[in-house]
């Protein structure tokens, strides 16, 4: 078959006038498609720094719920953040995992004490838990505090107690809690960053 020129620019306006036509609203529907359900559709987006390693990949948890009193949020997918900018959309074994340890029911989700020569932990509310902490490291701040060394050198130092701090902390946080431990006089501050 020969195409003229002219025969080849009709046969390109005939084609654009087609898709501008479907274009205006000519096209079919979307009625026409049959619909789907889709398990992600009703649920809440939270975006995510994975904490178990140092990497701190970026995760999406989906949960259905919206955390009031009558409906308790469920995580029930979670998967890598594709915008996340260290591990675009990757996660590791441990990352992906974390949909096991989140719905757990071994999972601990409250302080416990368990007190000396006891057996059984007992559950004690936030604010206990922390005026528990705060009085111990008191105590032995006090008792272990060092204001001079055997010259006579003044070191004001609390060599008994260290600080670990998370893996997946940032920048600031790793700088807050640096200056946390030295106002108390710590020498041993560490971070988790091993995975």
């Not at 789907?36 to 990497?55: G, I, P």
């Not at 469920?74 to 915008?83: A, I, Q, T, W």
């Amino acid at each position: 078959m020969q195409v003229s020129r002219r025969k080849f620019f009709k046969i390109c306006a005939g084609g654009m006038a087609g898709t501008s036509a479907a274009m205006l609203g000519f096209a079919p529907s979307e009625a026409l498609a049959a619909p789907r359900e889709y398990k992600l559709l009703r649920a809440k987006e939270t975006r995510q720094s994975c904490t178990y390693c140092a990497v701190g990949c970026g995760m999406l948890m989906y949960s259905l719920g919206d955390g009031a009193m009558n409906s308790r949020g469920k995580l029930f997918h979670v998967e890598g953040d594709p915008d996340h900018p260290v591990s675009r959309g990757a996660l590791c074994p441990k990352g992906a995992g974390v949909l096991d340890y989140v719905n757990s029911p071994n999972r601990l989700q409250y302080p416990e004490y368990r007190a000396p020569g006891s057996d059984k932990w007992e559950r004690i509310s936030w604010h206990d838990a922390i005026h528990k902490v705060a009085k111990l490291l008191k105590e032995d701040r006090d008792a272990n505090w060092e204001a001079t060394n055997a010259e006579g050198t003044p070191v004001n130092r609390w060599a008994t107690t260290g600080f670990l701090t998370a893996s997946a902390a940032s920048n600031e946080t790793a700088l807050l809690t640096q200056k946390f431990g030295r106002a108390f006089g710590m020498l041993v501050l560490d971070n988790q960053a091993s995975t």
